[in-house]
């Protein structure tokens, strides 16, 4: 059974700060895996997507990698601000028939002016 | 597009009473999803259909029953609520199998139940 497990749960760090999420599943047959940003009370909204075959992805000061083999993910943010204070959820798709996405508990992420 | 989207927001519900969970997606997606966050929790799956007519259980499904009547639309039904479905409910929805596409999500309804 695949499982997700995000480290650490919460971190608090300074503004300007380049800072480093990880992900780690247990199942590597994977499909691709996704990272979501979740502010309180809302939704979630994708970041960034990795297929399976590729390494890194990156969108603006995000940089997500992905070690298939090894089962870990990273999510680097550069030069952190108070707007990215969130939770950020990795979330797996699993290489079956309905490809369903198995989601981490997510990393709380403060960034203090 | 309007993407995905809940209604309503937010309920709360008395023990035994029932609800459906409204979800609609305007991108012509195939697969649809419903899940639940818990307090501090990731989401779990309960529920997806694969297009039209076409349904089947998640991991935590009970005390829920879903239909799929149309693409469009993908409504969540709770039948005798308990404080256990207490949660958020997020519906999702993807163009198809093998897209290599993200996932897109609702923004969510928030349920209490008392």
């Known amino acids: 059974k695949q499982e997700v497990t995000q480290i650490p749960a919460a971190l608090s760090v300074p503004e300007g700060e380049n800072l480093v999420l990880n992900c780690s599943f247990t199942d590597s047959a994977i499909y691709n895996l996704q990272w979501f940003r979740q502010d309180p009370g809302k939704g979630l909204t994708s970041l960034l997507l990795i297929q399976s075959s590729q390494r890194e992805q990156t969108s603006g000061r995000l940089n997500a990698s992905l070690d298939k083999s090894s089962g870990r993910s990273t999510l680097y943010i550069a030069a952190s601000q108070p707007g990215d204070s969130a939770t950020y959820l990795c979330?797996?798709?699993?290489?079956?028939?309905?490809?369903?996405?198995?989601f981490g508990t997510g990393t709380r992420l403060l960034v203090s002016p | 597009n309007a993407g995905v989207t809940q209604t309503p927001k937010f309920r709360i519900l008395k023990i035994g009473q029932s609800m459906t969970l409204q979800c609609t997606q305007d991108m012509n997606h195939n697969y649809m999803y419903w899940y639940r966050q818990d307090p501090g929790m990731g989401l779990k799956l309960i529920y997806y259909?694969?297009?039209?007519?076409?349904?089947d259980k998640g991991e935590v499904p009970n005390g829920y029953n879903v239909s799929r009547s149309t693409t469009e639309d993908f409504p969540l039904r709770l039948e005798l609520a308990a404080p256990s479905q207490t949660s958020v409910y997020f519906c999702a929805s993807i163009i198809g199998p093998d897209s290599g596409h993200e996932q897109y999500f609702g923004p969510g309804t928030r349920l209490t139940v008392t």
């Open positions: 979330a797996v798709r699993l290489n079956t028939g309905f490809q369903k996405l198995v």
């Open positions: 259909s694969v297009g039209a007519g076409i349904t």
